[in-house]
């Protein structure tokens, strides 16, 4: 993939583009080497601790990669283009989610657009 997926497109069309990449019971790691490898996110990397952790022990380096306790993996995509775009900012965001067995379970694309600080 070696970049976003294009932000022009639905965000169905953006999911179903993701899932095929990174189809449902792909183990966490491997979809967080993916967006770590492939993706390249516009924005910062949001992922559960131990994922990055685990991946991080498996290389040499450490990964650009903020830990958080819910076990997801939260990217940026991009923003969309709006008429307002001096105001207001419409991030396009990607979430994997896993389950307990830390499988992906479904990923949830959304755009919500929201005032500039």
């Known amino acids: 993939m ?3 997926p294009d932000i022009s497109s639905s965000n169905e069309q953006i999911r179903a583009e993701l899932l095929s990449h990174t189809p449902r019971g792909t183990p966490a790691t491997n979809v967080l080497g993916f ?3 492939q993706l390249r996110p516009a924005g910062p990397v949001l992922a559960f601790a ?4 685990a991946l991080e022990s498996a290389s040499a380096h450490k990964l650009p990669a903020h830990r958080d306790k819910r076990r997801h993996i939260r990217v ?3 923003e969309a283009p709006n008429s307002l775009e001096l105001f207001f900012t419409t991030p396009i965001t990607a979430e994997w989610q896993f389950d307990v067995t830390d499988k992906l379970t479904d ?3 959304e755009r919500i657009t929201k005032a500039r600080p």
Request: proline residues 6%; glycine residues 6%.
């Open 2 to 4: 070696k970049a976003p």
């Open 35 to 37: 967006v770590m490898d």
């Open 50 to 53: 131990s994922y990055v952790d």
């Open 76 to 78: 940026m995509l991009g």
């Open 107 to 109: 990923i949830l694309v």
